[in-house]
Antibody, heavy 118, light 112 residues
Framework: EVQLMESGGGLVQPGGSLRLSCAASGFTFSGYWMHWVRQAPGKGLVWVSRVDSDGSNTDYADSVKGRFTISRNNAENTLYLQMNSLRAEDTAMYYC???????????WGQGTLVTVSS | DIVMTQTPLSSPVTLGQPASISCRSGQSLVHSSGNTYLSWLQQRPGQPPRLLFYKISNRFSGVPDRFSSSGAGTDFTLKISRVEAEDVGVYYCMQATEFPYTFGQGTKLEIK
């Protein structure tokens, strides 16, 4: 069974940093792209970033480019999102999702909540 | 960025009746490969999103056959033949033809 479990969220002050993790199990992690998608409270889904299967290629939404870094450790089946210079507008539930066949986002974690506030 | 526009934003439906959601993209979603990377996701209250369809009409594992998806180019439609109580939630279309991936605003399906 494919499982994705995010962690690392919490309350942080504006300008602060957090590192999110996503532990993957039930599939060959190193064979798949992985994505982060976020959802502000009561709002819609927004794609944040993706990393390819070996970590060599990444893409970011303009709103996080230069502040967030996606990475992965295939030996430990874990996806990361390093978030720096956090702003109030980064407050959201952050989901990791697997990039499945034909660019689908086929499995999603339960999410981890990030709150940026003083 | 490709803008995805869904209509309606809210859809009150009677149990057992059909429902339809439209998604229009600001430009063609046909990739250079010839594929069209349009997905539909469902988000039930308090739950993470769940994939329903990918590449327009490919049904994901476990999705009931009362759901169907169609379309081409810039216009796509998700249909539910007979709405059940468990279908309540928000439905999103998503394009993955180019980065950044973008989502529609979401359509809230509720029971009348």
């Amino acid at each position: 069974e494919v499982q994705l479990m995010e962690s690392g969220g919490g309350l942080v002050q504006p300008g602060g940093s957090l590192r999110l993790s996503c532990a993957a199990s039930g599939f060959t992690f190193s064979g798949y792209w992985m994505h982060w998608v976020r959802q502000a409270p009561g709002k819609g889904l927004v794609w944040v970033s993706r990393v390819d299967s070996d970590g060599s290629n990444t893409d970011y939404a303009d709103s996080v480019k230069g502040r967030f870094t996606i990475s992965r450790n295939n030996a430990e089946n874990t996806l990361y999102l390093q978030m720096n210079s956090l702003r109030a507008e980064d407050t959201a539930m952050y989901y990791c999702t697997r990039g499945g066949v034909d660019r689908s986002t086929d499995y999603w974690g339960q999410g981890t909540l990030v709150t940026v506030s003083s | 960025d490709i803008v995805m526009t869904q209509t309606p934003l809210s859809s009150p439906v009677t149990l057992g009746q059909p429902a339809s959601i439209s998604c229009r993209s600001g430009q063609s979603l046909v990739h250079s490969s010839g594929n069209t990377y349009l997905s539909w996701l469902q988000q039930r209250p308090g739950q993470p999103p769940r994939l329903l369809f990918y590449k327009i009409s490919n049904r994901f594992s476990g999705v009931p056959d009362r759901f169907s998806s169609s379309g081409a180019g810039t216009d796509f439609t998700l249909k539910i033949s007979r709405v059940e109580a468990e279908d309540v939630g928000v439905y999103y279309c998503m394009q993955a033809t180019e980065f950044p991936y973008t989502f529609g605003q979401g359509t809230k399906l509720e029971i009348k």
